[in-house]
């Protein structure tokens, strides 16, 4: 085979492999503030990856702050469509009561500050927290221990469906209060989905 040919199967090979490439690249230090890469919604967690199965937006209730009053909402994502799925990422976000979600985008900065995350009213973060769990690998990661950046869009609801973005990013190489060995993968939920809102 040719020099010339043998070019051609490399640069081939290289641009087919660049998807997955791409994939495995570092996280951004702040996904708050990075655009939502264009692809279905993966998710992985202590190492093992998945496509949900069931995507969901609920409502969470209401709280109040003084003389605020918020309503909340949460997003599921599943291996499984179970409500005790062995993988689940989750996201909690808020809006003043009687705001729809719709068209509205949800940022968490990396920074356990509270008074430097966005939200509706001073002290009051417009994400109240994120969970993600993998019962297989006993990986159980949150806002509570671990240090995240989040950025989470709504589109307008159609029907029962509303669909969505979402980069939520947690860095491996982090310990906790009860985890002195720092975590050994990334774990994160990217890319486009269609929410069922129930």
Excluded at 33 to 58: H, N, T
Excluded at 83 to 99: H, N, S, Y
Excluded at 131 to 153: F, T
Aim: glycine share 10%; with cysteine.
């Amino acid at each position: 085979m040719s020099s010339s040919a043998w070019k051609l199967v490399l640069v081939s090979s290289i641009a087919i492999g660049l998807p997955h490439a791409a994939r495995a690249q570092a996280l951004p230090a702040d996904c708050s503030a990075a655009a939502v890469p264009a692809q279905a919604v993966e998710v992985s967690i202590g190492g093992a990856k998945f496509a949900p199965k069931s995507v969901k937006l609920v409502s969470a209730g209401g709280m109040g702050m003084g003389e605020e009053n918020f309503d909340s909402y949460r997003l599921s994502l599943r291996n499984e469509d179970d409500l005790f799925a062995p993988m689940e990422a989750t996201v909690t976000v808020i809006v003043r009561k009687g705001q729809r979600i719709d068209g509205k985008t949800f940022r968490k900065l990396p920074t356990k500050s509270t008074a430097k995350q966005p939200g509706p009213t001073s002290g009051l973060p417009e994400v109240q927290g994120w969970s993600m769990k993998n019962k297989d690998a006993k990986a159980d990661l949150s806002h509570v221990s671990y240090l995240g950046s989040l950025r989470l869009e709504f589109g307008q609801r159609q029907g029962g469906t509303i669909a969505g973005k979402i980069y939520l990013c947690v860095p491996k190489g982090q310990t906790t209060m009860f985890d002195k060995t720092p975590s050994r993968d990334d774990a994160f939920a990217i890319g486009s989905f269609q929410a069922k809102i129930e």
